[in-house]
């Protein structure tokens, strides 16, 4: 242990011995109760914070919880109580992913019914990407649940940015990580938030990357109708799609799906990462489609394609 850390402690432990002989204080009048808990409540933040400088999360998480209990059920105040609660969850965080998640859905409910919901929504989203960080099932279908929840509450307080960021986790999930995923769900959510992206002259641009991703799904659930129906809906929307990267490359990777050829699929999307990288998802659904295409031409391996080396694999 340091010098810092042997001081901060010793001090932590003297806040939270004050704040216990404090709390065990007569009183006989309303005013002096309430300036008691206050004090109190104090003197556990104090602790809270010395632990916390000291690297002492699990011991500076426990203190802010004290301090909130107080503040909610001695003082009546919902929202410095959940202000503790989230600085308890931030320490926790560091030392013990449960108990952070315990302490933020304390302090989601309490934002809540103070109606601060754009706090609440920040929480709900740290919640969900606790989950995100376990590699269960359970805890993916949590992280869903949570991002989903966000989304709501950023939608309420009309943070659209917030909001679609959400969302698009959601689709994230479902799509590469749920099992069994859930394509159609994905997809469904990629073509709303392209829709809203063109809605906006700020955003319209960035459709097409929601477009092509509501098609990957489709080509991921094995249905190039769906996903050629969906090409030419975005065509019609966007009059932009059809000639762009993201466009002509839904197109090509729809007609080698059509027609099996699994040289074409590796190429076409060799040729697109060149220019713009193909990030961890769309190559997890690229893998799926183009396993799927190899399966229906009976399993023939094609050798020697434009996919080997280092930039992309789909093999």
Known sequence: MSALERSQRIKAEGYLADAEKTLKKTTWFASSTEAKHEQAAELFEK???????????????????????????????????????SNAGACFKKCSPPDAIETYRSAVVMLCDAGRLTQAAKLSKEIAELYENETDADATMLAIENYEQASELFGMENSTSQQSQCLAKVAELCSAQ???????????????????CLDSNLLKYNAKGYFLQA????????????????????????????????GKLCAKLI????????????????EYDRISKLDPW????????????????GGEMVGGNAMDGDDVDLT
């Open 255 to 270: 007609e080698c799906m059509e027609q099996f050829d699994s040289e074409g699929f590796s190429t076409a999307c060799y």
């Open 47 to 85: 602790a809270a914070n010395a632990f916390k400088v000291g690297h002492f999360f699990m011991e500076a998480g426990q203190a802010y919880v004290k301090a909130a209990g107080i503040q909610r059920d001695k003082l009546n105040s919902l929202v410095e109580a959940s202000k503790s609660l």
């Open 215 to 246: 098609i990957f799904c489709h080509l991921a659930n094995g249905d190039s109708i769906a996903a050629q129906q969906a090409q030419t809906k975005y065509g019609h929307l966007d009059f932009t799609f059809s000639d762009s990267r993201e």
């Open 178 to 196: 749920k099992d069994p995923p859930d394509l159609l769900r994905a997809a469904q959510i990629y073509d709303e938030l392209g829709r809203q």
């Open 282 to 297: 769309k190559t997890t659904l690229l893998v799926k489609v183009k396993r799927s295409i190899d399966d229906q031409a």
